[in-house]
């Protein structure tokens, strides 16, 4: 199984030391995780990143992500990657992952930009795009539901608390619950991921 990743999700995985787990998560191993051509560039010196995440957090991701893939051009269908160009709330790392035409169809992506996931379902002019990615989608919710099947609630959601939420506002309100118990983590999540399905159709993985 091919994984794509976006910044974002690899920032928000490492900020709770768990972004090796995606393999885990996926039966995959590192050669086959690809992140964007400028990941980390922009990790390790955005001055949005340093602001929002510690030196360690990103020094972790860099770590981890210096044994993944860099996108191949030969992947990218060039005239998808020009039409998405043109889309409101679709920026250009997520240009690119939908614009993924590996020769293998067994691959996903996993991102945490929501607004683009909407746009990419509600427009007319690319729903031959959408079409293609038909369940290849995979968000921030599905895989925090992945990582308390992997490990005990107590130890996630504490890494979870303890990096401010993933830098998050959906993470944030369904663990600053008080009394939070794994029952209620998971129905906070499976209600955000069920939200952003109905938002997004046929785009996200199934649970």
Do not use: H, W
């Not at 691959?107 to 369940?135: A, M, R, V, W």
Request: glycine share 2%.
């Amino acid at each position: 199984m091919r994984l794509f990743l976006d910044n974002d999700i690899i920032l928000k995985l490492s900020s709770i030391g768990l972004l090796p787990e995606i393999e885990k998560i996926f039966n995959t191993t590192p050669d086959l995780i690809y992140i964007l051509p400028n990941a980390i560039n922009y990790i390790s010196k955005s001055s949005s990143v340093k602001k929002n995440y510690s030196q360690k957090v990103i020094d972790d991701a860099i770590s981890v992500i210096k044994n993944y893939k860099a996108i191949p051009d030969e992947f990218i269908d060039q005239n998808r990657f020009i039409r998405l160009s043109n889309i409101d709330n679709i920026d250009s790392g997520e240009q690119l992952l939908f614009s993924l035409t590996p020769t293998s169809t067994d691959f996903l992506i996993l991102t945490g930009d929501k607004k683009s996931l909407t746009q990419l379902n509600n427009d007319p002019n690319i729903y031959d795009i959408k079409d293609e990615l038909t369940q290849k989608i995979v968000c921030l919710e599905f895989l925090v539901l992945k990582l308390l099947d992997l490990s005990t609630f107590q130890d996630i959601s504490q890494k979870i608390i303890v990096s401010n939420y993933c830098k998050d506002t959906f993470i944030r309100i369904i663990f600053r619950q008080n009394n939070l118990t794994a029952e209620n983590a998971k129905e906070g999540l499976m209600s955000y991921y069920n939200d952003l399905k109905s938002n997004s159709g046929s785009l996200l993985l199934d649970l």
